[in-house]
């Protein structure tokens, strides 16, 4: 398949396809908060069957890493290690045996779904209902309904463009991480690296 729209150079980061039909996650970038735009997704195989998209709009996004698998029977399930804390999961799947509903595991929901009664097919979107706590994290997508069909997952991490600070201003060096410097005329800053260990921001505090 293919994505375009919103003026913006789309890339796929994961595709499953280890058992008949799709599932991929594609991501742009925008320079800007945009409105009024459409994306669009186009089949490169002409097939009887069923395409849905779902797009999804972040603020403070990083890199988006993917993850992706299939199976030849059982409940759609993929782990992996988060890169970050407060990173967003989202799975994107596909089931061409049945046209039964998909039901979300633990701590997980269901936010897009087209399943259609007579064909085959069901096609739907999840998503993590918390992000993740630290860096290394244990992190299962999955699904306990139906168990029986094969499947295809793909899922992205969404990871925060800079590494999570405390979320009180000390304005000292008494608690927060990294810690606060005094500047002349009574202000305070301080340097935020990201996750490569760049510099990612400087954060200041002027008391005038």
Do not use: C
Not at 6 to 34: F, H, K, M, N, Y
Not at 109 to 135: E, F, K, R, V, Y
Not at 140 to 165: H, I, K
């Amino acid at each position: 398949m293919s994505v375009t729209g919103a003026g913006l150079s789309w890339s796929r980061v994961a595709q499953a396809d280890g058992q008949r039909g799709d599932a991929e996650i594609w991501t742009a970038t925008a320079p800007d908060v945009l409105s009024g735009v459409s994306v669009t997704a186009a089949q490169q195989v002409t097939a009887v069957g069923k395409m849905t998209l779902q797009v999804l709009s972040f603020t403070g996004a990083g890199a988006v890493v993917g993850h992706t698998g299939s199976g030849a029977s059982g409940a759609p399930s993929l782990g992996f290690d988060a890169v970050a804390a407060d990173s967003l999961v989202f799975g994107a799947g596909f089931d061409w045996e049945t046209a039964a509903a998909t039901t979300a595991g633990t701590g997980q929901s269901i936010t897009h779904q087209i399943s259609i009664t007579g064909t085959n097919g069901n096609t739907w979107m999840q998503q993590l209902d918390t992000p993740t706590s630290t860096a290394g994290q244990e992190v299962t997508v999955d699904d306990s309904s139906p168990t029986g069909e094969a499947w295809n997952l793909a899922v992205v991490e969404v990871v925060p463009t800079q590494v999570s600070a405390a979320t009180t201003n000390h304005y000292d060096n008494s608690g927060d991480s990294p810690g606060w410097i005094s500047t002349p005329g009574g202000g305070w800053t301080r340097n935020v690296t990201g996750l490569d260990g760049a510099m990612d921001a400087i954060v200041t505090y002027d008391p005038t």
